[in-house]
């Protein structure tokens, strides 16, 4: 059995492509860059940039049939919405939603052909925004939505579309997220770092802590695999505790409360000490 898995440089992708060849499938490594590509005997690495309509064209042209598509590709940028550069909002939703729909096109025709199955990479900021991950929440926010209809779209043909929602795990993805935001942070401006730097820096030494204790993405690449092989896969899978946790209580709690945790966890600024950023024009 073949699979391909977009996004196999780091994190929950590469940890995907090396389970399920070390487990005797084949895979097929979508990577920006070669040298990135892991190592296995039974991985085949293929240059594949999901903005890229060349190379998604030329990946799925020589694919053959294929028993799973792994959506992993993705980035991750953070800023205040209310400076967030329209730059980095199209390059947040270029990636996550279009590029993922484009992968999703492309290689539609080889899961048909091998009776397969499209399992979605999101996220729980997909079902709980976050501060300062307006973009990305939004993203998976879309992935979500679009996952659901065409797991409708495809029910002719019993091509099941299954939701990964990760919580925390390890990725070097955080380490660009905070150079991107570093950059974009310094060209916001005075009344940005009035308004937002003490928020911005808790948010940074937040998510700084969140990747120090961030799980293993071989236990995501673990219900990964299961969602590609049982019999009947859920349509959704919720992966680590802290994702169960965030979920339940945005079931069970009022919109108020969850907000009021979620800036007490992060460790922003109560709403008292922003008076003289309102101020600032």
């Known amino acids: 059995m073949t699979y391909l898995v977009t996004g196999t440089s780091s994190g929950i992708g590469r940890a995907v492509a090396l389970r399920l060849a070390e487990r005797g499938h084949d895979v097929i490594a979508g990577v920006r860059q070669a040298s990135d590509a892991p190592a296995h005997s039974r991985i085949r690495p293929v240059t594949l940039d999901i903005t890229d309509a060349a190379q998604l064209a030329a990946a799925a042209k020589g694919v053959g049939q294929l028993r799973g598509l792994v959506n992993s590709a993705g980035v991750t940028f953070a800023a205040p919405v209310e400076y967030l550069s329209l730059d980095r909002l199209r390059e947040q939703l270029e990636v996550n939603v279009v590029g993922l729909v484009a992968a999703t096109q492309a290689f539609l025709p080889a899961i048909r052909a091998g009776r397969g199955r499209i399992v979605m990479i999101s996220s729980t900021a997909g079902r709980v925004a976050v501060p300062f991950l307006g973009a990305y929440s939004a993203s998976k926010f879309a992935v ?8 409708q779209e495809l029910l ?54 969140v990747e120090a204790n961030a799980g293993d993405p071989e236990y995501v690449a673990a219900v990964v695999e299961r969602a590609l092989t049982t019999s009947l896969p859920r349509t959704r899978y919720l992966v680590g505790t802290d994702a ?33 950023w309102m101020a600032v024009d």
């Open 144 to 151: 979500e939505a679009i996952s659901d209809t065409l797991r």
């Open 156 to 209: 002719p043909w019993r091509v099941p579309v299954i939701i990964i929602e990760p919580g925390s795990f390890k990725s070097r993805n955080r380490a660009t997220t905070e150079a991107a935001a570093e950059a974009d942070r310094a060209v916001m401006g005075k009344s940005a770092e009035c308004r937002y730097g003490q928020a911005m820096d808790a948010f940074m030494q937040f998510s700084r802590r």
């Open 244 to 276: 169960r946790i965030a979920v339940t209580l945005s079931r069970l709690l009022p919109t108020r409360i969850i907000d009021a945790l979620q800036s007490r966890i992060i460790g922003l600024p109560p709403a008292r000490a922003n008076k003289k």
